[in-house]
Every structure is written in structure tokens, then in C-alpha cells.
């Protein structure tokens, strides 16, 4: 069974560029979550979807976004990049929104630098 | 916002000690998860912990939640290098009177064992 897929593994822009990532959660998975993981903030919840609705959202700014799929495949855009947004971005699914007994399987992440 | 502490921040031991890492917070929480997450790759799941005072194995590993539900630990007995790694604890914030939510994450202690 294929794991959380996500792409490009890593991404490099520049100031002020908006950016696309990707992500394909384990077959049958109907939920999809986007994590931020940086040095000083550790882990962060950006936001979940399910079933193509959003149905969480964490705290961060509007040019914070994300969509899925009828298929359950997720994207999420981040535009006017600032530096502050070079982050691990991990993606993860899971068979029902996030709950104890529905566990979240991470990607390996996108890697973004900002210049 | 219910936040979790995790001690220590680094840890550096020689192969076949035993450690134990902690988790705390000032709030109760109904659930508590322990990920590892190795360079470059997502977290994975290690195990989920649910009633006060449970004890749950996995080889060398060993979870306790503590009896009030703010406190859990991590213990690895005969630590390996292969144990190397970033250890997270995440509680299950629940969205509203639903069953589901989002995980808030500890900062992560990092383990290295040296041969």
C-alpha cells in the first residue's frame, strides 16, 4: 500500500512568488491535514479537508490555502512568499477527519527555502 | 490554547543507555500521541495513550500517561543508534462538540545514540 506522496520534495522561491504543493494521501484516506514544521515553531496545523470541505483551519494568514479534490488529493498554495515562510511542510492523511481512533500517516514533506 | 512541553530539548547518550523524555501540560487533555520522526522523512506514529495511568509497550519503548491526564513519559530502555531521532508528543484538540480536531504538537526532543 502506496504511503502519503508528496511533490516536489523540495522547492526554492523568491520573495513575493506564490507557490503550489502537492500531496496524495494513502488510498481510501478521506481526510488530508497540512502541517508547518520550522526550527523555532516546531509543528504547526495550517488546516484540514475532508471530503473536498475544510473542515479545520489553523492560525495563519490568508495567503495560506489549500484545496482537495473529489479524488482526495489536497494542494496547498502559499502566495506572496515571505522569508519567514521557508518550512518543512508536511501533509498527512487519515481514513476519517483526525480523531484517536483515525491516525494521521505524514508525507516525507515539501521542503521550501525562501530567498 | 492548550500547549504541551516537551524535556528535555536535546539529549545526546551512548548506545545502551536508557533514557526517558517528557511531556507536560497545564491542562488535561483526553489523548495524548507519541511520533518519531527521522531526518528527512514525516513523523510516524509510535502510539496513542488514553486513560490516566495506562502503560503501553512497544519493544524498548515504553508510554505512560500520567493519573491527572497532563503528563506523559517516554522511556527507551538499552537505547540503539537506530533510536535516533526527534521525538514528538501532540494532544488531539477537538473542533468544537465534535469528536474531531487537530493535533497541537510539543517542540520535540532530539535524540542522538552514538555508537
Known amino acids: 500500500k502506496a504511503g502519503v506522496t508528496q511533490t516536489p520534495r523540495y522547492l526554492i522561491k523568491t520573495r513575493g512568488q506564490q507557490v503550489t504543493l502537492s500531496c496524495s494521501p494513502i488510498?481510501?484516506?478521506?481526510?488530508v491535514s497540512w502541517y508547518q514544521q520550522t526550527p523555532g515553531q516546531g509543528l504547526q496545523f495550517l488546516f484540514e479537508y475532508f471530503s473536498e470541505t475544510q473542515r479545520n483551519k489553523g492560525n495563519f494568514p490568508g495567503r495560506f490555502s489549500g484545496r482537495q479534490f473529489s479524488n482526495s488529493r489536497s494542494e496547498m498554495n502559499v502566495s506572496t512568499l515571505e522569508l519567514g515562510d521557508s518550512a518543512l511542510y508536511l501533509c498527512?492523511?487519515?481514513?476519517?477527519?483526525?480523531?484517536?481512533?483515525?491516525?494521521?500517516?505524514f508525507g516525507n514533506g515539501t521542503r521550501l527555502t525562501v530567498t | 490554547t492548550q500547549l504541551l512541553e516537551q524535556s528535555p530539548q536535546f539529549l545526546s547518550i551512548q548506545e545502551g543507555e536508557n533514557l526517558t523524555v517528557y511531556c507536560n501540560s497545564s491542562s488535561v487533555f483526553s489523548s495524548l500521541q507519541w511520533y518519531r520522526q527521522e531526518p528527512g522523512e514525516g513523523p510516524v506514529l509510535l502510539v496513542t495513550?488514553?486513560?490516566?495511568?495506562e502503560v503501553k509497550k512497544l519493544k524498548r519503548l515504553t508510554f505512560q500517561f500520567g493519573d491527572a491526564r497532563k503528563d506523559s513519559s517516554l522511556h527507551i530502555t538499552a537505547a540503539q543508534p537506530g533510536d535516533t531521532g526527534l521525538y514528538l508528543c501532540a494532544l488531539l484538540s477537538l473542533h468544537g462538540s465534535s469528536n474531531t480536531g487537530k493535533l497541537i504538537f510539543g517542540q520535540g526532543t532530539t535524540l542522538q545514540v552514538k555508537p
Open positions: 488510498s481510501g484516506h478521506r481526510s
Open positions: 495513550v488514553v486513560t490516566g495511568g
Open positions: 498527512a492523511s487519515s481514513f476519517s477527519s483526525t480523531a484517536v481512533n483515525s491516525p494521521l500517516h
